[in-house]
Structure formats: C-alpha cells, structure tokens
C-alpha cells in the first residue's frame, strides 16, 4: 500500500458525460501528480499541483480540469467524454521541495466510456 | 526541457539470460532518476533510485552522466520479472515543486 487512495476504482459512463475523479495523497506529501493511461499511448503525463496550486502541465485536454483543495486531496475533472478517454487514470503524490522527486502511486481509477 | 527516451517498447528474454533495459535523459541540471515497474497495469512501484545505489529484485541501474544513461541491468531474469518498466526523471525545479517525467515504458517478457 503506498499510501495514496483513488476513488473510484472503476467507473463506466457514456459518452458526453462529465466524471470527477478523486485522490488523496499520502500524509505529508504536497504535490499531487495526474497520469493518463492508455493501452496506444503510454503513460501521459497530466497535471501537477504543489500545495494547491497549479505547477506543471501536460497533455492535458481542455475538457479536462484539476484542483487541489486545501487538505491537498484532489479532483480530476474530464467532462464531454469520448470513447477515447477510457484509460486507466493514476495519481501521485510526492514530497517536493528538498529531497527526491519520488512519486508514489495509487491504484488508479479506469474509465471505461461507452 | 527534460526528456527521457526508452528506445525499446517490447523487449523478450529466457528466463536465467540477463537484461538489460534502456534508459536515456536529457536535463540540462542534476538529475534524479529512477526505474518503476508496473505488473499486470496495476499501481505502479517504484524499483530503484539512483542516489541510493541498491539493488531490490536483482535489479541494478547506474547513472552514466558523461551518455546520459540509466540502464537497468539485471544478471538471470526471472519469469516474475515480466512487467512493464517506466524509467523517470525527476527535475525541472520549479519553486520548491519538482516534475517527474516518465520515459514511454519497456514491457519486459521473461519467457519459460
């Protein structure tokens, strides 16, 4: 267990709809990593969010949108769903600042748009 | 900006061969890198990092600054090993955030 919870682990919606996906971080860590996962495309990088605010961006869609809230758990949000947005989407959290940028991974949430 | 490139998307061993998965970077500080393996598109783990020099399943990774270089080497592969492997960069300080980058993975296949 790394410490980091995704919720939900599997979520199925149709087209068109709008989802929210949620990870805390492990206790103690700022930062807050999105990853998307897609058998063709590898592992995206997202979106990065230190301490409630936005650090770094990726291939992130414009239907898409994250925050971090003050207890540093966040929420991905992805709405007008296509069918290629099913993937299975990874969060990380990691203790930024001095040290090592290690990320610790949740378990991930997959979506399956249908 | 910061890379990292791993040139083998598939890669197939025998079970006791060694392996030897490829890892190059582009950063233009000091890097800190690592080797995660994700089994089965589960959570994904970290494997090793480079500043702690160890070694966990066998599996070791050197830091060739002078080829920008973080191969994971490991002497007998074990069936077990099958997985697929993701080599990250950690860098880009930004404020006190760092960003992680992750090369686009080597499924390793230990075959029997």
């Known amino acids: 267990d790394s410490g980091v919870t995704q919720t939900p682990k599997h979520l199925i919606t149709a087209t068109g709809q709008r989802v929210t996906l949620r990870c805390s971080p492990r206790?103690?860590?700022?930062?807050v990593y999105w990853y998307q996962q897609s058998l063709d495309q590898g592992l995206q990088f997202l979106i990065q969010?230190?301490?409630?605010?936005?650090?770094a961006k990726g291939n992130i869609l414009e239907r898409f949108s994250a925050q971090q809230f003050p207890d540093l758990h966040s929420e991905l949000n992805l709405s007008s769903l296509e069918l290629g947005d099913s993937a299975l989407y990874f969060c990380?959290?990691?203790?930024?600042?001095?040290?090592?940028?290690?990320?610790?991974f949740g378990q991930g949430t997959r979506l399956t748009v249908v | 900006a910061q890379r990292v490139t791993q040139p083998e998307k598939l890669l197939s061993v025998f079970k006791g061969a060694p392996v030897e998965l490829k890892c190059n970077y582009s950063y233009s500080g000091s890097p800190e890198l690592f080797w995660y393996v994700q089994y089965s598109r589960q959570r994904l783990q970290l494997l090793l990092r480079?500043?702690s020099r160890e070694s966990i399943k066998g599996f070791t990774a050197d830091l060739n600054k002078g080829e920008t270089s973080f191969h994971l080497k490991k002497p007998f592969a074990q069936e077990e090993d099958s997985a697929m492997y993701y080599c990250?960069?950690?860098?880009?300080?930004?404020?006190?955030?760092?960003?992680?980058?992750f090369g686009s993975g080597t499924q390793l296949t230990v075959l029997p």
């Open positions: 969010y230190y301490n409630g605010e936005e650090r």
């Open positions: 990380a959290s990691s203790v930024t600042g001095q040290g090592f940028a290690e990320a610790f």
């Open positions: 206790s103690g860590d700022l930062s």
């Open positions: 990250a960069l950690g860098g880009a300080q930004s404020g006190s955030a760092r960003q992680l980058t």
């Open positions: 480079h500043i």
